[in-house]
């Protein structure tokens, strides 16, 4: 029997009550096996973690940053993650050379940097009345889409400007972050053909296969009347190939609410994600059920907790070896004002 013999959550959160009226249900129990905690005689218990499995799936929509990160799932709080920077070209790290035979071969070594991720929490409170409760197919939904969307948001905003005291540190906010700037005499509030080749120049070319663009959608307009020299649209709406904010200069456009006033630096965002590490605590989201937070207005209350922490991997642009300018796996506009 899966869910441990419960058939959906409104089954398990009548148990809840029962339980808190002190007809215990055993089913209860085996759940709390399970679960991270059982407060039974203050009418909270552990949901099973099969049920946060539709919660866990919305928070990975096509508006999710978090789709695109590189994830690490992790059983503990703490994530310690090597990196090595040191470019082919540079003249340390491994690379290769051409020696004659029997050469000695230059003795180089990686210089490893420390990437350490501690996982903070991430906390959501639901009230839902005893009506919703009992009407298990509307409260799946409604919790599914009202969790999803409060965490998503969050971890969009964090991904995207976090600035890494007790939340994830933002690309916004990242050492390695490039900031192009603006046009000469370029209107506020405007983004231009220049601008969006500017960005896509400082991307590094091992990104540009990966990167997405992150923009608020009030850019929409402007990115939908942006023409490079020859005329070309540099914008393409969606059309049906999988990327539902269209496409910018054959990249995808993730618009999200997260991104920053038009005009801003951060409103549009070029940024390989792959290379962003999101840790996050393995079985999260986790819910908790209780009766008694708002007993006596007959509201109950589901508490979803989720763990996680991120930093993008480069700590620093990088200088290529026939180039004047430095690139970046992350580049922003600065603001047009």
Not at 111 to 127: D, F, I, Q, T
Not at 135 to 157: H, Q, V, Y
Not at 197 to 220: E, F, H, I, K
Not at 263 to 285: E, F, H, M
Request: overall charge negative; glycine content about 10%; aromatic content about 8%.
């Amino acid at each position: 029997m899966h869910k441990h013999d419960f058939h959906d959550l409104g089954d398990f959160a009548r148990s809840v009550r029962a339980a808190a009226n002190g007809r215990a249900d055993p089913r209860l129990m085996a759940a709390a096996t399970y679960g991270n905690e059982a407060i039974g005689s203050q009418g909270g218990f552990a949901v099973p973690p099969e049920f946060a499995d539709q919660i866990y799936a919305t928070l990975d929509g096509e508006q999710s940053l978090m789709t695109f990160c590189h994830q690490f799932e992790i059983g503990s709080n703490r994530l310690e993650l090597p990196s090595d920077e040191s470019p082919a070209w540079g003249a340390t790290g491994v690379h290769c050379s051409w020696e004659s035979e029997g050469a000695v071969l230059p003795q180089l070594k990686p210089e490893l940097k420390g990437n350490e991720l501690n996982l903070s929490r991430l906390k959501a409170l639901v009230p839902v009345t005893d009506e919703l409760d009992n009407d298990s197919p509307a409260l799946a939904d409604w919790l599914t889409w009202r969790f999803g969307e409060a965490i998503r948001w969050k971890m969009n905003d964090a991904i995207l400007d976090g600035d890494g005291n007790g939340k994830p540190l933002g690309i916004l906010n990242a050492p390695a972050t490039l900031t192009v700037s603006q046009v000469a005499g370029q209107a506020a509030g405007t983004i231009l053909g220049a601008n969006i080749l500017g960005m896509y120049q400082r991307l590094l070319a091992s990104s540009q296969v990966g990167a997405v663009w992150v923009a608020n959608p009030d850019t929409l307009i402007n990115l939908a009347s942006v023409n490079l020299e020859n005329g070309a649209p540099a914008y393409i709406a969606n059309n049906g190939q999988g990327a539902p904010g269209g496409y910018l200069l054959g990249r995808p456009v993730i618009f999200t609410e997260a991104g920053k006033a038009i005009g801003t630096r951060g409103d549009i965002v070029l940024a390989d994600l792959s290379t962003y590490i999101l840790a996050k605590r393995r079985g999260d989201p986790s819910i908790a059920h209780s009766i008694h937070l708002w007993f006596d207005q007959a509201v109950n209350a589901y508490r979803v907790i989720f763990r996680a922490d991120g930093q993008p991997l480069l700590n620093a642009p990088v200088m290529l070896p026939n180039s004047s300018l430095s690139r970046s796996t992350c580049v922003a506009l600065e603001t047009r004002a």
